[in-house]
């Protein structure tokens, strides 16, 4: 006999073709995004506002963008700012000497976080 049995081929090509009809409509499963749509605005949104560099040093002293300031001032300055909305709101960026004791940048960041700051940063110690 010299023909080829082509029985176990065609059980198995179906098979797999019901294999692949069940599995086909999964493979294109769809995500919706929604994508930011273009406006006609011709005023573009205003320059985020300069952030402030907050410098803590080893000996405890606050530096607001260079200038020294009480622990009680950097409170009200930060209610200021605070209030804004967070679009509004410049970036606090807190600087630490290596020297200075996680206490005081936690003192420095929960006063920040109890004003209201929404955007709170770190630069590279000194």
Known sequence: ????????????????????????????????????Q????????????DPIRLSVQANGQLMWNGEPITEEALRAQLAVYGVKPLEQQPELDIRADKQTKYQLVATVMADAKNAGMGKIGFESGQ
Request: aromatic share 2%; no cysteine.
């Open 1 to 36: 006999m010299a023909d080829i049995n082509v029985t176990p081929l065609v059980d198995v090509m179906l098979v797999l073709l019901i294999i692949f009809m069940i599995t086909a409509p999964m493979l294109s499963h769809k995500i919706k995004i929604d994508l930011p």
């Open 38 to 49: 273009p406006t006609n605005n011709p005023n573009p949104p205003p320059p985020p506002p």
